[in-house]
């Protein structure tokens, strides 16, 4: 059993790659953390807090983190997740509460309790993780492995240069890439890859009521749904890394966060330049897409056959 604590933002994506990580019987899901991003952080937890229920996640604790960024304004992604961060997902309300407390002491306190032990999944903006680091350095070597979805050495989304979990909170993200761990990053160069199509669509319609109410209209809505392409779920990819690394080919690199630029703010500044030694990244560069959605699709049929 791998053991992760999941650093999210729910959103849509992220419902769909919490959603893989229940449906692993490798995985044992130790804690999930919220923090504002593709929503404000009422949102952000609600979701987390429903999602533990529908996905049948038990006492799995749900802790709330940081609102918003460390030093600047709120950027968020509603205009593409919706106004709940769901879009068109409505799923039971949840009859538990969160647990007490802040996500960044859960982070510190559950790492330093079983060093060694615990991957940290983080997609979505870096808050929690880089106050965590602030607060106790010790959690680079409490952590087995700090995976996220975020970044891109080519291109941005939220703008030309910046994938949106970095712009969101460029000043944590640098703390993160430089606390002095190897930081294993699936940025929009590979996540733009795992992408629904009519076929992968048809497969989720089948799985009872996770297709229906929660696998479906969240990859629908997105985007338009074609045989040849479709909206990408980027979040799914960080949890299959921590499954099966072997999906991904991944080169070590230097990666600083530009937090000064006036059109560039948030940019991952990769450099592969560099000896394996002096790397802090792994940065994902391509990205086995058959073999994606096999690992993806093959948990979403096991966990459904669970949910009913």
């Known amino acids: 059993m791998k053991k992760v604590l999941i650093d999210c933002d729910p959103g849509i994506d992220d419902a769909l790659a919490l959603a893989?990580?229940?449906?692993?019987?490798?995985?044992?899901?130790?804690?999930?953390?919220?923090?504002?991003?593709?929503?404000?952080?009422?949102?952000?937890?609600?979701?987390?807090?429903a999602l533990r229920?529908?996905?049948?996640?038990?006492n799995v604790p749900v802790t709330p983190g940081s609102a918003g960024a460390l030093l600047r304004e709120t950027v968020r992604a509603s205009r593409v997740h919706g106004t709940t961060g769901l879009g068109d997902v409505v799923l039971p309300a949840p009859a538990l509460d969160p647990s007490d407390g802040h996500a960044v002491d859960f982070i510190v306190d559950t790492l330093k309790a079983a060093p060694g032990e615990i991957t940290l999944v983080a997609?979505?903006?870096?808050?929690?993780?880089?106050?965590?680091?602030?607060r106790e350095p010790r959690v680079v070597e409490w952590a087995r492995d700090l995976v996220i979805m975020g970044g891109s050495f080519t291109r941005g989304n939220h703008n030309p240069a910046a994938e949106f979990n970095i712009l969101a909170d460029p000043e944590a993200a640098a703390i993160v890439f430089g606390a002095g761990?190897?930081?294993?990053?699936?940025?929009?160069?590979?996540?733009?890859?795992?992408?629904?199509?009519?076929?992968?669509?048809?497969?989720?319609?089948?799985?009872?009521?996770?297709?229906?109410?929660?696998l479906a209209p969240a990859a629908q809505f997105y985007g338009v749904v074609?045989?040849?392409?479709?909206?990408?779920?980027?979040?799914?990819?960080?949890?299959?890394?921590?499954?099966?690394?072997?999906?991904?080919?991944?080169?070590?690199?230097?990666?600083?966060?530009?937090?000064?630029?006036?059109?560039?703010?948030?940019?991952?500044?990769?450099?592969f330049k560099v000896s394996a030694q002096d790397a802090n990244a792994l940065v994902a560069t391509s990205m086995d897409v058959k073999g994606f959605w096999e690992l993806v699709l093959g948990a979403y049929e096991g966990l459904a056959g669970r949910l009913g």
């Open 181 to 214: 761990w190897t930081v294993k990053m699936l940025g929009l160069d590979v996540t733009l890859t795992a992408v629904v199509t009519s076929d992968v669509l048809d497969r989720m319609r089948l799985l009872g009521r996770l297709g229906e109410q929660l």
């Open 53 to 58: 229920e529908f996905l049948e996640l038990g």
């Open 123 to 134: 997609v979505g903006p870096l808050t929690n993780i880089a106050l965590a680091v602030r």
């Open 226 to 271: 074609t045989a040849d392409g479709g909206p990408a779920i980027h979040d799914a990819c960080a949890v299959a890394y921590v499954l099966d690394p072997s999906l991904f080919t991944c080169v070590p690199a230097v990666v600083n966060v530009e937090t000064a630029g006036l059109y560039t703010r948030g940019m991952t500044v990769t450099d």
């Open 20 to 49: 893989l990580a229940a449906g692993s019987p490798s995985l044992d899901v130790v804690g999930i953390t919220t923090v504002g991003g593709n929503v404000d952080l009422p949102l952000t937890t609600a979701n987390a807090l």
